[in-house]
């Protein structure tokens, strides 16, 4: 018998989508991927060739368990460059893609029912983080009308006794949408208030498009923030990430990776060294012009197809759209659409319980020549809908 908290755990549905997509490419049927949360470039070569050389020098040992101290200065350093931000590497925490930062930072603040309050539709995995930890997720609807964040006011007005934490993600997934600087700001001023802890998601800030990108770090040293090498350097499968704590959270946090991980992988550590020198920086800068090229071509053309996107989402590599105007089970759609024309988008259902019906996910992550050919096939389909 697998245990009680299993049942809070729900499936990825769009692994299940993938799978039927990887069957019909077997088969010999040709599949445009829109559902894949990862980019389609590959990692940048310069963290490539860093990676092998580490291998070929030997670096196949355990490190530290927060990481290599040459990559946690790195990442340090890198806030000061970007964002003018003095961190010391000493609350850097580097981890097994940011999902054992998600875990870690879970695991070192949420007693049995304390409540998680985060934005639905939202990335499916901080829920079942916060159930793995017995915790209680508190997700709050959002829409267009706030960008599909949660406000200030939403905090302050939902808060409850049990909440120790709230969660936010900018650029978020599955939106896109950022959260203004003065928002967070408030937002972290309520959750203070309170007594309650803010964690900030930033796996996708390297991907924004408009405005300038910002840290919550510039706002306050007291809040988490999760960060990851999986988007921006291309690095998904190379599972490395970090946590920013503050001070006093620190050695929890590496008293409970010693146990968990031991350590994030040595290899992957030292390639993403390289991640911060001028050749890499150029390529995932040019690589970021792409992806908002995509994002220009693509948004009104299924603006024009009658999905319903009301604001340009700023960053990261995805569109939501309301297609309450092409069907009312968007789940049946994604089926529909995969099954006769092979694209593959993922349905509401992943993100959360507010009008899932009603939402579908394209990502971005395919050339703009694959993204050309899934805008005519779902025209046809449309059409023969
Ligand atoms: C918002 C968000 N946070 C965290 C993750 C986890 O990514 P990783 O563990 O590869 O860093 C993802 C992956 O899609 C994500 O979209």
Known sequence: ???????????????????????????????????????????????????????????????????????????????????????????????????????????????????????????????????????????????????????????????????????????????????????????????KSRGGVLIVDEIYQGLVYDGTPFSALEISDDLFIINSFSKFYGMTGWRLGWLVAPASYVGAADRLAQNIFLAASTPAQHAALAAFDDETQAIVTSRRDAFRERRDYLLPELRRLGFEISRVPEGAFYLYANVSGITDDSARFAHDLLEQEGVAITPGKDFGDYLPEQHVRFAY?????????????????????
């Open 1 to 191: 018998m697998v245990a009680e908290r299993m049942a809070s755990i729900r499936p990825f549905y769009v692994m299940e989508l993938l799978a039927r997509a990887r069957t019909m490419e077997q088969e010999g049927r040709s599949v445009i991927h829109m559902e894949v949360g990862e980019p389609d470039f590959e990692t940048p070569g310069p963290i490539v060739e860093a990676g092998k050389r580490a291998l070929d020098a030997g670096s196949s040992h355990y490190t530290p368990a927060a990481g290599i101290i040459e990559l946690r200065r790195a990442i340090a350093d890198d806030y000061r460059k970007r964002f003018g931000v003095q961190l010391d590497p000493s609350r850097i925490l580097v981890t097994p893609g940011s999902s054992g930062a998600l875990q870690l930072v879970m695991s070192i603040l949420i007693n049995p029912g304390e409540g998680v309050m985060m934005a639905d539709p939202g990335y499916p995995c901080n829920r079942n983080f916060v159930h793995l930890v017995s915790g209680e997720p508190v997700t709050i609807p959002v829409d267009a009308g706030t960008g599909y964040q949660l406000t200030a006011e939403m905090v302050e007005r939902s808060w409850r006794d049990n909440i120790r934490a709230v969660m936010v993600a900018s650029p978020s997934n599955p939106t896109g949408t950022l959260l203004k600087r003065d928002e967070l700001e408030r937002i972290h001023r309520v959750v």
């Open 365 to 385: 992550t395919t050339s703009m020549e694959k993204l050309k050919e899934g805008v005519v096939r779902i025209e046809r389909f449309l059409n023969q809908g």
